[in-house]
């Protein structure tokens, strides 16, 4: 490869579509040029940006309720990105079977509010009736049910979550659990997880309040529950 990479390729390259050979001749090429290298390194974190702004558009798109500068930067980025046009699909088809969401209550003094573990928006949802709040303590497990719905969240000492679902009237496997916290905005999801096809996530590694921190609630939320 001459010179630098082209600007074309580099879109195809960083969405996956390049040629076999195109792609070898750009991976051997950045090896030794800085520049194409931090090049492609911004491209790719802007494919990110784009691939979630993307997803925040689902809904829009499902009730066909875009914007004129949404539409086009709908149809400009599903051109090219084969990924979000696939994770669409399994978007819509969860629609039609009749996936619903599940707020099933909080847990109380469990984590410590920060940005960095803040990773999306959800869509807030209507609060249920909840008893009390269940506190999580570090190496014990909480079990929660409702409406037909059981999750049992475990954490251990390094402060590490999996969740498990069971349940006769839904689906237990692709479900989305997020642990959120409320704001003015919604609710800001800092773990997620989708379970496997035993029901089981892993959420991560939770950060523990440390003594004196503000309390503050962490709400669970099932998403893309199935009825069986």
């Known amino acids: 490869m001459k010179g630098h990479i082209d600007k074309r390729d580099a879109?195809?390259?960083v969405y996956g579509i390049l040629s076999k050979t195109k792609r070898q001749e750009i991976e051997t090429h950045i090896t030794s040029c800085s520049s194409c290298l931090l090049y492609i390194t911004k491209m790719e974190n802007k494919r990110f940006e784009a691939c979630e702004r993307i997803r925040s558009l689902f809904e829009d798109a499902y009730k066909d309720r875009l914007n004129?500068?949404?539409?086009?930067?709908?149809?400009?980025?599903?051109k090219y990105c084969n990924r979000c046009f696939d994770e669409y699909k399994g978007f819509v088809d969860k629609k039609?079977?009749?996936a619903i969401r599940i707020f099933m209550g909080y847990l109380s003094d469990f984590v410590e509010m920060a940005k960095e573990y803040a990773?999306?928006?959800?869509t807030p949802v209507l609060e249920g009736k909840v008893k009390k709040d269940l506190p999580l303590n570090i190496g014990h497990a909480q079990n929660?049910?409702?409406g037909g719905?059981?999750?049992t969240l475990v954490q251990d000492k390094k402060g590490k979550i999996k969740a498990y679902l069971s349940s006769e009237r839904y689906s237990t496997s692709g479900v989305t659990i997020s642990l959120a916290h409320r704001t003015k905005k919604g609710y800001i999801t800092f773990a997620q997880g989708i379970t496997n096809k035993k029901g089981i996530a892993d959420l991560g590694l939770i950060k523990p309040m440390g003594d004196g921190g503000t309390q503050k609630r962490c709400a669970i939320i099932l998403t893309d529950v199935i009825e069986k």
């Open 68 to 78: 004129e500068e949404d539409a086009r930067f709908w149809d400009s980025h599903l």
């Open 149 to 151: 719905m059981d999750i």
């Open 96 to 98: 039609e079977k009749g």
């Open 144 to 146: 929660i049910s409702k």
């Open 119 to 122: 990773i999306a928006y959800t």
């Open 11 to 13: 879109i195809l390259y």
